[in-house]
């Protein structure tokens, strides 16, 4: 009785797992970048170990029922089949195998930055979220950690000529250009974080004292959250921004209202001369 | 188990003779076993109640000791799962405050993994299993691993005290990193980490001295015709996990000292220059990343410290409890060497995505693919000793087949993690999570279940109750596959984990409400169903079912001691003499259906015996 219980639980949980799979209405947004194949990768991957897993399950609840417990009977004894053994490993080599390639060519993709991708720095300090795009000359200038203050939020060098039209994005929301590839420079003042927008797919830690990157292609337009994924403290969960992928003129529209840090600067030292004139009033 | 002494079980050294023959020849030329190599060893005779049951330098009660404060710890990290679900599926109760949310994270999480599950397999059942499996009196160095208990209960102790410290608990997250585990913006970032870290050097200091006498009395007090290949796989996992633990460890540790330095003398092995919170700090040129290399090169390996003795247990119950010989010995020995060695070439894949270098992608990717080989293999051998079995549905058993699954499941998740690619939306997010409690939380716990319920007679001469068995058997296994089996559809989403509130985002196209709310409510079940097995404990050793000797049939040698339990000493007067493995069951040609590994040739003639 007891086997034929466990023979069905075992069939159950093969059978429940996969109608789960098709009535969950938990599943992931739609792709909004280029990394489409990142979905693939992973239905290959969640089809053939299904397969695997559903197989044991039956495999085990067969055995289960058909082998229980008789008092008169003996086990068959079998302590070693090489041929069998051998046949199962080379049958996993290649099932690993098939599943490894198209990962490793997907992932070859993923690191290789094309020319023509717009280099956007995302600043990231606990809990919030800056960005710093190019001026004319498409370079962003260099920083240092020890110039970050009020005035130089980026810390960017003063007199570096490609750092003086870098546009400096007021708040945490971002816009990305539709079908433009866009390398993302990460930055971080403190401690690690990790600049994640789950419809983009990619992901990649911040980390401090080093600027890592990863590069995507927006294929939608559309207003998305940005996520912090790798933990950062007691705020993390808070740490969310937006980005919008724009059509061109959207996108144009919204970058002429950025100033740039020759600006920036004026302005601030226009408002301490300002706090000043009032301190002394 | 009693402690006067009646056998005189003192080494005698002129046993062996100089020409190598032992004192007992035996006269049959079929039961010729090779002599012994190695004299007795000294045995420790306590003579008060203290040195017996407190200061114990006998590993059965030293093993008891580390189960008993492993459990313990271990509820605690049960209690603080129950809140931190509370939290996440009702967030209206307004339970937790973000810092003791994170708190709890990281607390249940080392606890669990570190304080639990290698103290439980290594510390408890090693102490239990290895002297009485090979044969031998004791531990090769008694008093040595007397002292591991003791630096592992002050570990412990140490780890509690963070609770009471200003600032609390480390809520660094189980994995430490810094910056964030020693800055302003994380909970318990002075105290409460240095108390981590103490405990954590103290665990591994503790630990060594018991895996030196693991390692130690596995080669060299084996007894007479105990060969590497007669050891029960039992033996062989955590022999195995042992030696990973013995390189391992040093990599956490040194970490460790690093990060403390950090912390208290303000150096910067892995801080470089940081402004937290608006305010410089003096550090400079250190590295993040160096920390995960060393903290994973540990922690990889680690996840085979503990998954390696219950591959060893497992196959004995299943073997055991189907009446049939394992399938495939000699490739589940090399499965669980090869594991154990590739183990040490795939730690940075999780840290795909650390900003290491991106070319380190490739190989760990492939490494980790490599590593699902041998794994498979010993899943196959588990499933083909089934085919053609005598499968008795015992409780063991029970839990043994549930593992299976529950490890078939886990294992397969980790191919998604383990290919680069696919880890790159995955990661950090709650598939992580599930896959790791299925694989390395799950798995585990169900075969220590099913080891207490197989070696409770062993050490209490009584059954654990049945009845109780089942429920707890039956809501623990399908309750926690109710858990996480949903969770991998959150990190579908792409739910990050380490979420004090996952409200509703636009990300997610279906609020997550429902599900979160489905698996704490599962999650409490399962947890409460735990005190039930406890209380099945505490009845049972009072008042359970007297156990016959040796109860399941099996041929190892810890059910052939000349009492159950096993006194001091183990063998009484003689230690046994071994003339096969451990699997002979359902041998053609033999009376019963098993062979105890003490049976020589010639009180078996007719059987056909394949190996031996």
């Given amino acids: 009785m007891l086997a034929l219980i466990f023979a069905h639980v075992l069939v159950l949980i093969a059978v429940g797992s996969v109608i789960f799979h098709f009535w969950s209405p938990w599943w992931w947004t739609e792709v909004a970048s280029n990394w489409g194949g990142m979905d693939d990768t992973i239905l290959l991957t969640f089809w053939i170990t299904g397969v695997v897993f559903v197989a044991i399950c039956f495999f085990m609840a067969y055995c289960v029922w058909k082998f229980r417990y008789q008092k008169n009977r003996r086990s068959d004894y079998n302590p070693e089949n090489k041929k069998l053994e051998f046949h199962l490993t080379w049958l996993t080599a290649v099932g690993v195998a098939a599943l490894l390639a198209p990962g490793l060519i997907v992932w070859n993709d993923y690191v290789t930055v094309p020319k023509n991708a717009v280099k956007i720095e995302v600043l990231a300090y606990q809990w919030d979220w800056k960005y710093r795009l190019p001026g004319e000359d498409g370079i962003l200038g260099k920083t240092d950690i020890n110039l970050v203050n009020d005035e130089n939020p980026f810390g960017l060098i003063q007199g570096d000529k490609n750092g003086m039209d870098d546009l400096l994005v007021d708040g945490n929301e971002l816009h990305l250009q539709i079908n433009k590839p866009v390398k993302f420079e990460l930055r971080s003042l403190d401690v690690l974080h990790n600049f994640y927008v789950p419809q983009f797919r990619g992901k990649m830690d911040i980390v401090p004292g080093m600027i890592t990157y990863y590069w995507i292609e927006p294929t939608r337009t559309g207003d998305f959250e940005i996520l912090c994924a790798e933990y950062c403290g007691t705020g993390h969960y808070a740490m969310r921004g937006r980005v919008f992928v724009d059509e061109k003129n959207d996108y144009d529209n919204w970058m002429a209202k950025q100033i740039t840090f020759e600006k920036f600067l004026a302005k601030n030292s226009k408002e301490k001369i300002k706090t000043i004139k009032l301190a002394k009033n | ?612």
Wanted: with cysteine; net charge neutral.
């Fill in chain 2, 1 to 612: 188990m009693h402690d006067d002494n009646e056998y005189k079980i003192e080494a005698k050294s002129d046993n062996v003779s100089d020409v190598g023959t032992f004192e007992s020849v035996t006269t049959s030329d079929v039961d010729y076993l090779p002599p012994k190599e190695i004299p007795d060893q000294d045995l420790y005779h306590s003579h008060s109640w203290w040195t017996t049951y407190v200061f114990s330098q006998d590993a059965k009660y030293i093993g008891i000791q580390y189960a008993f404060t492993a459990i313990g710890t271990g509820l605690l990290g049960l209690i603080l799962s129950w809140l931190m679900r509370m939290q996440i599926a009702f967030p209206g109760l307004g339970l937790l405050e973000p810092a003791a949310y994170y708190q709890f994270v990281t607390m249940h999480g080392m606890i669990m993994v570190v304080y639990l599950l290698t103290a439980l397999f290594l510390g408890g059942f090693g102490n239990l299993l290895i002297p009485l499996m090979c044969g031998s009196r004791d531990m090769a160095f008694p008093y040595v691993n007397m002292l591991s208990y003791w630096m592992f209960l002050i570990a412990v102790i140490v780890l509690l005290a963070s609770f009471f410290v200003p600032g609390g608990p480390t809520g660094a997250g189980w994995t430490l990193y810094p910056p964030q585990a020693i800055t302003a913006g994380t909970a318990g970032s002075n105290a409460g980490i240095t108390l981590m870290l103490i405990s954590l050097v103290l665990f591994v200091a503790g630990f060594t001295m018991g895996g030196l006498n693991y390692i130690v009395t596995t080669l060299q007090y084996r007894t007479q015709g105990m060969t590497l290949m007669r050891l029960p796989l039992t033996v062989w996992g955590i022999f195995t996990a042992t030696v990973l633990a013995m390189f391992a460890f040093p990599a956490l540790l040194v970490g460790c000292i690093m990060m403390t330095l950090d912390n208290v003398l303000g150096t910067s092995f892995f801080m470089p220059t940081i402004i937290s919170m608006g305010e410089k700090l003096g550090t400079e040129g250190g590295s993040p990343i160096l920390f995960q290399h060393l903290f994973w090169f540990f922690g990889h390996p680690e996840v085979y410290i503990v998954a390696l003795p219950a591959f060893g247990i497992v196959s004995d119950l299943i073997s055991i409890h189907s009446r049939k010989t394992i399938f495939g010995y000699r490739m589940m020995v090399w499965a669980i060497v090869g594991i154990g060695a590739l183990s040490f070439f795939v730690w940075a894949h999780h840290m795909y995505v650390s900003g290491m270098s991106p070319w380190f992608g490739y190989f760990f990717a492939t490494t980790t693919l490599i590593i699902a080989v041998p794994t498979a293999i010993k899943v196959y051998n588990w499933i083909l000793t089934l085919w053609k079995g005598n499968i008795q549905l015992t409780l063991p058993m029970l839990f043994a087949l549930a593992f299976v699954v529950t490890f078939v499941n886990g294992g397969l998740t980790g191919i998604f993690l383990g290919n680069v690619t696919v880890d790159v939306p995955l990661s950090d997010t709650y598939f992580v999570v599930a896959h790791f409690h299925m694989v390395m939380g799950i798995a585990p716990i169900l075969v220590i279940f099913g080891a207490i319920y197989h070696w409770f007679p062993l050490i209490t001469g009584r059954m654990l109750d049945e009845g109780m068995g089942r429920i707890h058997f039956w809501v623990t296994f399908i309750g926690s596959y109710l858990i996480y089996f949903p969770m991998h559809y959150q990190g579908f989403v792409g739910v990050p984990r380490r979420y004090f509130e996952i409200y509703d985002s636009p990300y997610m196209s279906v609020s997550g409400l429902s599900l979160n709310a489905f698996i704490t409510v599962a999650a409490l079940i399962v947890g409460a169903t735990q005190l039930l097995f406890l209380y099945n404990l505490i009845f049972s050793a009072r008042a359970g079912k007297k156990a016959e000797k040796n109860p399941w049939k099996a041929n190892s040698l810890e059910w052939l001691t000349p009492e159950m339990p096993p006194g001091h000493g183990n063998f009484g007067k003689e230690l046994p003499k071994v003339y096969r493995w451990a699997y002979d069951f359902g041998v053609p040609g033999a009376k019963e259906d098993y062979i105890p590994q003490t049976t020589p040739p010639s009180a078996v003639v007719g059987s056909k015996v394949e190996k031996s």
